[in-house]
Every structure is written in structure tokens, then in C-alpha cells.
């Protein structure tokens, strides 16, 4: 199995490098928030790559793309990996696009095979993984599970109001050629690597991380409603000051259930203040809580704590808690991880087992067939930061393993998890 190269890193790199010119920013990072121009123009360069090696390019009514090669029996489930296309604002080059293009490279070069795999096998690209430009993110995977209905998914708008629907319109029409197949359908199992945006495998000096699952994730949307009043002539006693209430919500958040324990990660990420004039008392504050444990009891319980904290704080205003997203911590088909750690083994690669701190579509592949995610070092542990780096020799390590990996499933008979 590992007596030949099983990819061509030269073509891995310089295809990830190209397609990183694509929402390129001044500072070196990428800029291709989902359902853009760039991830359009994203999608036009993978699609032209994928079908130089024969593969075909559906996509379905959530935007995601699905490159595919066809394989022996077309009536068995088949195999997806890949990862995402989109990025954040000031994102990297790497976070979701090393593992689509390491994806890609897998499965062309199991294309340039004598042999047909067993199944069809499918490079997949989810739409809005980062959630950046519309909220929630990943709606691709969640839409393909059945996690979150289609006209959900399509009201969502972005800070111009422009809503799903119409970019999912306008990135079809980008496409007419392009196919559609259903939304979700029975899979065989899911892989996909990643960076893994922390510090852990650079520290052990170590290659490959065998991704034991993902830690729980909950969110909410909070927004406070005051009362506008002139600065210079409303009385203190007399005002219903949002952004005030706010500080004290925040404060109290903070105190409570970000020190819950070593493991907690809670993190006010946006807040936006209404009017946001200098002389104008706030009268209305909306902004996130992204909360994060390992533990489903402790994660459950600290989300429980929420909308306490925000009402117990609230006053002379009127809050309201909205849950946008409950992600339980999940773990990985023990199959599946054996085979990374084989491969990694057999590569002469260091590997090592862990937990993913961020979330990933894999989490929700993992409710529908088994799943499993091959994580690489990344510099310093910086993701979702224009200086985020991947060394070429991790990529393709990390592409390598995941190519050995879907090579023994590609032509096995039958799949068990």
C-alpha cells in the first residue's frame, strides 16, 4: 500500500496555493465568506480540476458540492471526504480548504487507478461552515442530515440583508450545468482532515492527530431593549440603558460561568449597540454567546445558567435569550481511528489521539454514518487569522494518511461502523 506515493504533493500544494489566491488579502490571509464571489469563483477552479480527472460535480438545494467518482456498484452508499470552501473575513489558507483539496487529491489520485473503488466516492465542499457572512454556520451538513429545515436555513441574512435564499439562487444560476441531487442521502462513512487550529501536535512535535470526537458547543443570540435619551439631559435614575444593562450581563457571565472550570470556554463575540451615537443613550444591545465544554453535563448546565444571569440583569430593561445552536460533544467510529493510526504508523508519521476544540461538519456526519477527522499542526495554533500557516510536509502527510485511509474503504466490499 505505501511502497508508492499515494498522492502528488507537488499537485496538492500548488493547487491549495492557487486556489488561496481566490479572496486573497493584503495581510496574506483569504477573504471567502460563504456563497461570495470568491467561494463562486472558488468552486469554478475545483470544479475545472475535478473533472480533468473524470470526476462529475453535483450540488444540491443547500449549496453544497459534491465532486464524485463514480465507482463499481452505483446503488451502494457512498464515501464522502472533504471539508469546507468558505472562510472567515480575515481568515487563513488552510482552515477547511486543506482539507477539501486534500480530499480532491486523494480521490484523483485514485482515479489515475487501473481499478474502479467499490462505490462511488465523493470530494465534498459544505456550504457556510464558518457561519461568518450568515448565521448559524454550517448549514451544508446540517441541511444534508436533516438537522435544520431548508427554509430556515434560506430566511437567514447577512449584515446587508442579503438572505440565503438569494445567494443560493444567484450561486445555482453561477452553475447552470452543474446537477442536482437530493438533499441527504445514505452515506458509508465521512472523512476529513483539518488543521487543527491549537497548539497541541506543535508542542508534542507530532504530525498526525487522530481526532477522538468534538467538544460540545451551544449558542445564543441575546438582545436587550432600553430607551433612547439625549446624554446631556436624562437623569441617571430615569434611563433604561441597554448598553449599562449589557456590561452588567456581561460581568455577571463571565464571573459565573467562565470560571466554571479549565475546560469551559465562554466567549462574547459580537455585540452590537443601537444607535451607537456618541450623545444618545443606547437603547437597544444585541449581541452572541458562543459556549463551549467537553462534558454534556457540564456544558448543559452552564447553558441552563444563560438566560438566569442575562434576566437577573436586565432590569429597568427587557432581555430576550434566543438558543441558536446545541452541539453535544461527540466521538468518532473507533474503526475508522484505528485505520488513521495504521496509516500513520505504516507512513512512519507520529501520531497522537485528541479532542477537537472546535467544531466541524463532522460533527454532524458522525449522527448519520461513521465519521472520523485526521487533524495537522498548524503554526503556532493560529487559525482564523490572516498569518494562519501549515507546513507543505504536514499537508501532505495528512493528505497521504487520509489517501491510504479511503483507499482500504474505497475497495472494501462493505463498511461497518
Not at 449599562?244 to 472550570?261: P, Q, Y
Not at 504508523?345 to 454514518?369: F, I, N, W
Amino acid at each position: 500500500m505505501t511502497s508508492q506515493p499515494l498522492i502528488n504533493t507537488d499537485r496538492l500544494w500548488s493547487r491549495l496555493m492557487a486556489l488561496a489566491e481566490i479572496g486573497a488579502t493584503p495581510a496574506g490571509g483569504v477573504n471567502r465568506q460563504a456563497l461570495s464571489d470568491g467561494e463562486i469563483a472558488a468552486w469554478r477552479r475545483v470544479i475545472g480540476w475535478a473533472r480533468e480527472a473524470g470526476l462529475t460535480p453535483p450540488t444540491d438545494a443547500a449549496g453544497t458540492l459534491f465532486l464524485t467518482l463514480a465507482g463499481r456498484d452505483r446503488g451502494v452508499p457512498p464515501l464522502l471526504l472533504g471539508s469546507h470552501l468558505d472562510s472567515q473575513p480575515t481568515g487563513g489558507k488552510f482552515d477547511g480548504a486543506a482539507g477539501v483539496m486534500a480530499a480532491l487529491e486523494a480521490v484523483v489520485s485514485l482515479a489515475g487507478q487501473d481499478e474502479k473503488p467499490a462505490r462511488d466516492v465523493i470530494v465534498v465542499a459544505w456550504m457556510n461552515e464558518e457561519g461568518s457572512r450568515f448565521a448559524p454556520g454550517m448549514m451544508g451538513s446540517e441541511a444534508f442530515t436533516g438537522e435544520r429545515d431548508m427554509d430556515a436555513i434560506r430566511a437567514a441574512r447577512d449584515a446587508d440583508g442579503v438572505s440565503v435564499g438569494e445567494a443560493l439562487d444567484r450561486l445555482h444560476q453561477a452553475f447552470p450545468d452543474v446537477p442536482r441531487r437530493p438533499l441527504g442521502f445514505t452515506t458509508s462513512a465521512y472523512l476529513e482532515l483539518h488543521i487543527e487550529q491549537g497548539p497541541l501536535l506543535e508542542a508534542a512535535a507530532c504530525t498526525i492527530g487522530i481526532v477522538a470526537g468534538i467538544q460540545g458547543k451551544k449558542t445564543f443570540q441575546v438582545v436587550v431593549e432600553g430607551s433612547e435619551g439625549h446624554a446631556g439631559t436624562l437623569a441617571q435614575s430615569e434611563r433604561r440603558d441597554a448598553l449599562a444593562a449589557f456590561a452588567r450581563m456581561a460581568s455577571a457571565l463571565h464571573a459565573e460561568i467562565g470560571t466554571i472550570d479549565a475546560d469551559i470556554k465562554f466567549t462574547i463575540g459580537r455585540v452590537a449597540v443601537t444607535p451607537n451615537a456618541p450623545s444618545v443613550v443606547p437603547s437597544r444591545v444585541s449581541f452572541s454567546i458562543d459556549l463551549r465544554h467537553p462534558d454534556n453535563a457540564a456544558l448543559d448546565a452552564a447553558g441552563a445558567r444563560i438566560k438566569t444571569l442575562c434576566k437577573a440583569n436586565a432590569s429597568p430593561c427587557a432581555v430576550t435569550v434566543t438558543p441558536l445552536v446545541d452541539a453535544p460533544s461527540n466521538a468518532f467510529d473507533a474503526r475508522l481511528r484505528a485505520g488513521i493510526g495504521k496509516a500513520s504508523r505504516e507512513q512512519g508519521h507520529s501520531a497522537m489521539t485528541m479532542l477537537s476544540a472546535a467544531g466541524h461538519d463532522a460533527r454532524h456526519l458522525a449522527k448519520v454514518c461513521p465519521a472520523a477527522m485526521i487533524f495537522i499542526p498548524c503554526r503556532d495554533g493560529a487559525s482564523h487569522v490572516e498569518h494562519e500557516w501549515a507546513e507543505p510536509d504536514h499537508v501532505a502527510a495528512g493528505a497521504s494518511v487520509l489517501a491510504q485511509v479511503l483507499r482500504e474503504l474505497a475497495f472494501a466490499p462493505a463498511i461497518e461502523g
